[in-house]
């Protein structure tokens, strides 16, 4: 297997500063208007300059074409990506998606069919280095016969999902050693069609999605806890990214009264209680003297699951006072033990104190419904990681292409309007200046 691009390996070190993704317009754009005409047809034709510089700038913006065949040619490929979406319905059993779940201690790579939850190949690798990992998930993706139509990734982060950003697709500042900067998009797609649709977020964001749209709710948290404990926001459909990505196990939370632990933070924030620290499966190992995988053998009594509920009930009760999902779904390794699931919510309810007053809190049948397991267990980050591509996938079919966030329109999409606009622009003001010499 010919080794990775150097791109793809972390490091200790931040990125190189990259150029601005666009350049300030060309002045001579604005040099040809005609001295002579009126202020009115100046101002138009200024107007139409940047909007003529957008359109003939679009090449340095790394815009995925939005023609499914473009660039198949130019861009010889080994692999056996589908050419195009040629399909009445995203959701055709023909269409397959891949997924790539990235993880601290494991990567999960997939294919299905139709749907994100018809998986019919997979494989999983240890985390080790960047060159070999993503080696091995690429060429597992180049060995797959019949091909995919879109990529879904989710991954650990923390993570850069903004298009058009220097660091779009990489794990950046992550403590795991060796991965920080890591082009996870740019090694999965290097060699592949242009006209890959593709999405990128994280392995927590996906699943809240999934599990949001799964469940018909308007907004859903989604928690997993194993080796680490990560909470991904979903709202009206939408991953919830802001200023970059919610990075909610790391917030403070009230330690349970005489729990001594020396927990190892990330944060490293002097008196924080980060819930993640407390309660991950490495924490609950130490606490019960077994290794992690020794958790699984523990009875539902062991004292340890009521230390977890504790810290989980104090993380369901600031969801639902900061951010009040329609629904928290729970999972990962950790959550697999349902005997945990009624501890949570009652201990939720008590912190809560009654002071949230409403029936999916305050009754027991509808609580039940309100904090839920996922159906997927285990493979629900894979699951949201083929959700991601088949989401990809219905937003290139549509002529929306696919990016990461989902609430603005591609640049190449929005390049013709603005072409037409800006002749528009100049004819008024070239109308406009004759006029004004005639007078």
């Not at 209680?273 to 606490?287: D, H, Q, T, Y």
């Not at 009040?324 to 390794?333: D, K, M, N, Q, T």
Request: a negative charge; proline letters at 8%.
């Amino acid at each position: 297997m010919p080794p990775l691009p150097p791109k793809v390996v972390g490091s200790s070190e931040e990125p190189s500063a990259a150029p601005s993704p666009v350049s300030p317009p060309p002045q001579n754009l604005l040099k040809n208007a005609d001295s002579s005409a009126s202020a009115a047809g100046a101002a138009s034709a200024a107007a139409a300059a940047p909007a003529l510089w957008f359109f003939a700038s679009q090449s340095e913006l790394n815009i995925r074409p939005l023609d499914p065949s473009a660039d198949e040619e130019s861009t010889p490929s080994p692999l056996r990506h589908r050419n195009s979406i040629e399909h009445d319905e995203v959701h055709e059993n023909m269409v397959r998606f891949a997924g790539v779940e990235a993880g601290g201690t494991s990567w999960v790579v997939a294919i299905a069919e139709g749907e994100p939850s018809n998986i019919v190949a997979r494989a999983q690798f240890p985390t080790t280095t960047p060159e070999e990992t993503l080696g091995k998930v690429s060429a597992w993706l180049d060995a797959q016969e019949g091909g995919f139509d879109a990529l879904g990734i989710a991954s650990f982060g923390p993570i850069d999902p903004r298009e058009g950003s220097p660091t779009y697709g990489q794990i950046t500042t992550t403590p795991k050693p060796g991965w920080k900067f890591t082009d996870v998009v740019g090694a999965l797609t290097r060699g592949r069609p242009a006209s890959l649709p593709v999405l990128f977020d994280t392995d927590v964001n996906a699943p809240a999605v999934n599990e949001g749209a799964r469940l018909g709710c308007s907004s859903c948290a989604y928690v997993t806890v194993g080796t680490g404990l990560g909470v991904g926001l979903a709202v009206h459909g939408k991953a919830v990214h802001g200023v970059l990505h919610p990075e909610v196990g790391h917030i403070s939370v009230p330690r349970r009264a005489g729990d001594d632990y020396e927990e190892v933070k990330n944060l490293h924030c002097e008196g924080w209680c980060e819930v993640e620290s407390m309660c991950c499966s490495g924490a609950l190992a130490k606490r019960a003297g077994v290794a992690p995988a020794g958790l699984r053998e523990l009875a539902d009594d062991h004292p340890v699951w009521d230390v977890a509920a504790h810290y989980l009930a104090a993380l369901c009760a600031n969801l639902v006072l900061t951010v009040s999902p329609e629904r928290i779904v729970l999972g990962g390794g950790v959550l697999l033990r349902r005997s945990l699931f009624p501890k949570v919510r009652a201990q939720m309810v008590e912190m809560l104190n009654g002071y949230i007053q409403v029936d999916s809190i305050l009754q027991p049948a509808q609580l039940d419904e309100y904090i839920v397991a996922s159906p997927h267990g285990n493979d629900a980050g894979i699951v949201g990681a083929l959700a991601l591509a088949q989401e990809a996938a219905r937003r290139r079919k549509l002529g929306g292409g696919a990016s990461s966030g989902g609430t603005a329109a591609p640049a190449a999409a929005l390049a013709p309007w603005m072409l037409a606009a800006a002749a528009v622009a100049a004819g008024l003001g070239f109308v406009a200046g004759s006029a004004m010499r005639k007078k």
